[in-house]
């Protein structure tokens, strides 16, 4: 028997332990997308927040599964949850839906036809955004536009030199910025999102670059590059969380050698001056503006 799980949901749902991974922002799991067709005997999706990721996710999760198979979908009240009834009926399905420790549980039982599969899940695909010049995903960060933040940075970043990283690259934005220097020998672009990573080779397609589809926070720390960027993530979940973007600070003095630079953006709001001071030898506020700092801190 397979069965599939997509993200993490609440132990009060009881998640198969058994389970094949898709979520993609677990590294090493297994796409969905690869998923063969009538191949899994159930599914628990703990939902996406976008809309449009979440049907695509949906979507997906239905081919998979046999007819007569199980789909069990979690999502919080305020995040998606009070939708999906609405959501799965669109595709012709009878919904069975209830309320459990602030989500919204539904399951269905796939029947031999569903509506709107393909719709979904083209709605949902990688694609060429127009305006953007750039390939992308529903679910990425900033998926169709280039963020504030890494707009603000990408304008004060000096010509950098010798081998860096980018931590949380997205779809790659910042990357080709970094690009234009010919010092640069070598650029390491690291996300927690497997669609980021691959929309990002798909971006960038420079000789000097690698690409790691890894969580930052646990990357191996080996003390030797010579600078890197940053726009870190602080939503955890969808909740507010300082605590990645501190993360994100220590393991670049870490991932750095001594005289690195960190070139970082921030929301205005996040308290990361005293990280910062604690694992640098150097921080220089760089600018304030739109509602974002951006610092240089020197290892």
């Not at 069990?72 to 009240?77: C, E, L, Q, R, S």
């Not at 399951?107 to 694609?127: C, K, T």
């Not at 602080?234 to 960190?262: C, N, P, T, Y």
């Not at 070139?263 to 600018?287: C, D, I, M, S, T």
Request: aromatic share 6%; hydrophobic share 45%.
């Amino acid at each position: 028997m397979t069965t599939l799980l997509y993200g993490r949901p609440p132990a009060v749902f009881d998640p198969p332990g058994a389970a094949v991974q898709t979520s993609p922002l677990i590294p090493g799991s297994t796409a969905l997308e690869d998923v063969a067709p009538g191949s899994a005997e159930a599914a628990m999706i703990y939902a996406p927040p976008g809309a449009v990721e979440r049907r695509y996710s949906l979507a997906l999760a239905l081919r998979a599964l046999k007819p007569g198979g199980r789909l069990d979908v979690i999502a919080p009240k305020d995040k998606g949850g009070s939708r999906l009834g609405k959501e799965l009926k669109a595709f012709g399905l009878e919904v069975n839906e209830t309320a459990k420790a602030h989500h919204r549980r539904c399951v269905v039982i796939r029947p031999d036809a569903v509506e709107g599969l393909d719709a979904a899940i083209a709605q949902g695909a990688p694609r060429l955004v127009e305006g953007l010049d750039a390939w992308s995903q529903p679910g990425v960060f900033a998926w169709d536009r280039i963020d504030p933040g890494t707009a603000l940075l990408a304008q004060h970043l000096p010509p950098l030199k010798g081998t860096g990283a980018d931590l949380g690259c997205g779809f790659g934005a910042l990357a080709t910025v970094v690009l234009r220097s010919p010092a640069v020998t070598a650029l390491r672009l690291i996300d927690l999102d497997r669609r980021a990573v691959a929309m990002a080779q798909r971006n960038v397609t420079d000789e000097r670059v690698s690409f790691d589809w890894a969580d930052v926070r646990t990357v191996p720390a080996e003390a030797a590059l010579d600078f890197i960027v940053t726009n870190p993530p602080f939503h955890d979940g969808g909740a507010e969380d300082k605590r990645l973007g501190q993360k994100f600070i220590r393991q670049a003095a870490a991932l750095l050698k001594k005289g690195g630079v960190l070139w970082l953006v921030a929301n205005r709001h996040l308290p990361y001056e005293a990280e910062l001071n604690e694992a640098f030898k150097r921080v220089r506020p760089v600018a304030d503006a739109g509602g974002y700092k951006i610092f240089e801190a020197v290892k």
